[in-house]
């Protein structure tokens, strides 16, 4: 009698375990098929290097005088993350006027680098939208025109190129974004007749930026 009721009681606790055991593979199995999170890398759609090509346009004016005029013509930029939204740029732009108002043209390419961060409100959207502001600094060389110098004026002349700027790239596929819009401030400081060689641009531009997120 004694070795009945073992045998009931191990049957009893076989059908326990076995029922305990199925419920922890259901479960395990329903976790497994539910949609993964992504991660927050994936979330904020976090681009390791871009590059992007744009069109841009300068108004200016002659330090001293009344005489305003545009500069068109376009940059090529790099960029690479290097923790969260911040990444480190490089742009070059090129740009030229035909008459600056002193009866002269300008050429004016300038090469700067520095910080930017990128925002993006709703990462997880198909065509996300990406706000971003950038503070670079560098060269800015002026040429095909007339400076000022000593003993006489010379057609070329370099200074330092700040530029303060903020802009909206719309994603259309997972590599490649439209840059809706980017303006902002471009002070150079190249020799002028009238004595102040202090010029602040205002800048407005638009482009195409190629993703790598490798």
């Not at 976790?31 to 992504?38: E, M």
């Not at 300008?106 to 939208?129: C, D, E, I, Q, S």
């Not at 200074?159 to 471009?186: K, N, T």
């Not at 190249?190 to 638009?206: D, K, R």
Request: with cysteine; hydrophobic share 45%.
């Amino acid at each position: 009698m004694h070795n009945k009721m073992n045998i009931a009681n191990s049957v009893k606790l076989t059908l326990v375990v076995a029922l305990v055991f199925c419920g922890m593979s259901a479960v395990a199995q329903s976790s497994s098929s539910q949609p993964q999170k992504p991660a927050p890398a994936a979330l904020n759609g976090a681009d390791h290097f871009q590059v992007a090509l744009g069109f841009d346009a300068a108004y200016a004016d002659l330090a001293g005088t009344n005489n305003t005029f545009w500069l068109t013509g376009g940059h090529a930029e790099v960029a690479g993350r290097v923790y969260r939204g911040i990444s480190l740029v490089g742009n070059f732009t090129g740009l030229e006027a035909n008459n600056t108002g002193a009866s002269s043209p300008l050429n004016l390419l300038t090469v700067t680098f520095g910080p930017r961060y990128t925002w993006t409100p709703k990462p997880a959207a198909v065509h996300k939208v990406s706000l971003f502001g950038e503070g670079l600094a560098g060269l800015a060389h002026g040429f095909n025109s007339v400076f000022p110098a000593t003993p006489t004026a010379s057609s070329t002349a370099n200074s330092l190129a700040v530029q303060l700027s903020a802009g909206a790239d719309v994603a259309v596929s997972p590599y490649f974004s439209i840059r809706l819009v980017q303006g902002g401030w471009l002070r150079t400081a190249l020799p002028n007749s009238t004595g102040n060689s202090i010029q602040n641009n205002f800048e407005v531009g638009a482009g195409l930026v190629f993703h790598s997120k490798n």
